[in-house]
């Protein structure tokens, strides 16, 4: 058992309460699921990142994870299937003070919200994305995605996946996002440092987290228990920082690239509007 | 120009550049649009504006990014708008639904054109009235007003900025391609009489005890918005007092959609604006709204002189419907005439509150031209 894989298993006691709605919890996630670690390692990150926390927004869209909004005590906004970006755009426009964060699910993010995705990307928004990807759309019980890998089985590609999927960094990347990096559930202090470093950065900032779908995808794919899909990710990736993103994507049973490959400074949406008027 | 960027004194402007200054004088500095035919130049005149009073353009990538960023940017603080026709409204209705369920105040510009579809993109319609009060999925009540002319446009956009804040609701203004187009002489009063409904926010400082969504009084709950320190939930799923996701219990349900209809229900007599010509006495009463109002002038006055009693009622507000006063009416008077480019959509609303005591007669129109004066005025006639 290496040294992150023992953190989880441990549950350190964390000084979040004060993160975290306690009177919303327990939270509605399946055990074994791979968002309980991921709000840990954002929680983390956010303590370390010094922001003032009333300054800072969440913003979701709807799926399992787009309930993260709901359970951070911070400004929370659950909005519409696909929107978060759109809506956190105008948040961040409407009160540019504001650090804004969206944490939403792959379906979420880059099928019904794809357009959003690479619009915000290309505009250089100055917000953060966290993305987290299970390759299936856990909320409505596991149907196939943007993402799910060719020949992966869903509630809707029965026969195997026929459609090849997205590689979420290298869209992030092609579409102008200044820092993407993609880790996965169970590299917690990797993938701490990478949600610390995303929110330290000014313009579009992509995270994109791995994650187990134990109720579904991983039941479909035969993967084992939560912690075995945990662990097959966390084994089966390989660091390549600075890799070339169109190489990141994931095929079923593959290799998983992770690590940050892009983070370069640009002008924002803002700071570029406001030298053209 | 007064010094604060805002236009003041007399000018010859078309209905969408009056729709935006109203805005401007209204406080609006925020603007997510899309372009399309005919609300565009109220875009332009944004973009062109906004820079000058500190506020931000932004031009998003389609309507439903639009919706989304200016419920954003109202939860952000911003008075906040966007401008849309037929088919951008319709990628609006999901989100003027989240607009609606968080009480987020803002102001949807819909210069109708000729539809269905793309329909007719250069020429008039009112053809989205039903849309407008229905369009988006669940039960809810809706706030939409009508403006007949450039001033109007102008004054409505204010009003529907004021009214938005009171009741904490999107607000629709509900004008035409051919209002949106025409020019005409717009005043713009002086700043100091520029009525300015201020964002109500809560008056105990921010702790846990706070209830975002609690039950005023008048139903509308005072707003803390994001970065002022309260920390607020807020979801387009069924939630209670604090904000928090109840899904399950329909105790819960009815008490927040009865909120969100009570506000408005409640307040109909603040909200609904109308304008009566000659209604009192009348044998027949012309119910009209936007343009139609204004091309059913002649044919009432052309009634008039021909020693027929015709009132006009113009609805300035058009959703919540102005269902007392036709209730009332409809015993003492001969008939509705209601003209409308359309096959037919408030005409419904009046014959529902006429409920069979006088006749109500629909003048249609398919879209893309106005009522043609002999046309009413035969209606007119008919049933005098
Ligand atoms: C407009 C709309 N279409 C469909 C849905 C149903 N729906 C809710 S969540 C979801 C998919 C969620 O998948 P993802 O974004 O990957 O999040 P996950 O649950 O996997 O975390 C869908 C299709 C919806 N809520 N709204
Ligand atoms: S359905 Fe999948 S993604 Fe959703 S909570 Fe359960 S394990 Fe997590
Ligand atoms: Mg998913």
Known sequence: MNEELSNVLISKEHPMDDYLREDRLPHIWCSGCGLGTILTSFVSALQKSGLDRDKVAVVSGIGCTGRAAGYLYLDGFHTTHGRAIPFATGLKLGNPELKVVVISGDGDLVAIGGNHFIHAARRNMDITVICVNNFNYGMTSGQMGPTTPTGARTSTSPYGNHEPPFSVPYLAAASGATYVARWTSLHIRRLEDSILEALNKKGFSVVEIISPCPTYYGKKNKMGSALQQMKYYHENSVIRHGSDPAESGIDLGGEIVVGCFINKDKPTFLDSQKRSV | ?384
């Open chain 2, 1 to 384: 120009m007064a010094n604060n960027g805002i236009l003041q004194g007399s000018f010859f402007m078309d209905g969408d550049t009056a729709c935006a200054e109203g805005a401007l004088a209204a406080g609006c500095r925020f603007f997510g649009g899309y372009p399309i035919t005919p609300a565009t130049e109220i875009a332009e005149r944004m973009v062109l504006r906004l820079p000058q009073v500190d506020g931000t353009y932004i031009q998003m990538e389609d309507e439903i990014a639009s919706m989304n960023a200016v419920l954003g940017a109202s939860w952000g603080g911003a008075r906040a708008m966007t401008a849309t026709s037929g088919p951008g409204f319709s990628l609006m209705m999901e989100n003027l639904g989240l607009g609606i369920m968080t009480e987020t105040p803002c102001v949807v510009v819909n210069v109708q054109r000729g539809g269905p579809s793309t329909g007719m993109p250069t020429l008039v319609g009112q053809g989205d009235m039903m849309q407008a009060r229905w369009g988006s999925h669940g039960d809810y009540e809706i706030i939409a007003l009508a403006p007949s002319s450039p001033q109007e446009l102008f004054d409505l956009t204010i009003r529907a900025f004021n009214l938005a804040e009171k009741y904490r609701t999107p607000v629709l203004v509900m004008t035409d391609e051919t209002v949106g187009h025409m020019s005409e002489r717009v005043i713009i009063p002086p700043p100091e009489e520029i009525e300015h409904y201020p964002r109500r926010k809560p008056d105990v400082p921010p702790s846990a005890d706070y209830l975002p969504y609690k039950s005023e009084p008048n139903s509308v709950p005072p707003m803390a918005c994001a970065g002022d320190g309260y920390r607020v939930h807020v979801t387009g799923l069924t939630h209670n007092e604090k904000g928090y996701p109840d899904t399950v219990n329909l105790d819960v349900q009815q008490q927040m959609l009865e909120r969100l209809i009570n506000k408005i229900q409640h307040n109909k007599d603040d909200i609904i604006e109308l304008h009566e010509d000659q209604v009192e006495g009348a044998d027949i009463v012309v119910v009209a709204y936007g343009i139609s109002a204004r091309t059913a002038a002649r044919p009432i006055r052309l009634a008039r002189e021909m020693g027929l009693k015709v009132g006009l009622l113009k609805l300035v507000t058009v959703w919540p419907f102005a269902e007392e006063r036709i209730r009332e009416l409809a015993p003492k008077i001969k008939a509705f005439v209601v003209p409308e480019i359309n096959m037919g959509q408030i005409v419904l609303e009046v014959e529902r509150c006429a409920a069979g005591q006088t006749e109500t007669i629909l003048v249609p129109h398919a879209g893309g031209g106005l009522h043609k004066t002999k046309d009413v005025l035969a209606t007119i006639k008919k049933f005098a």
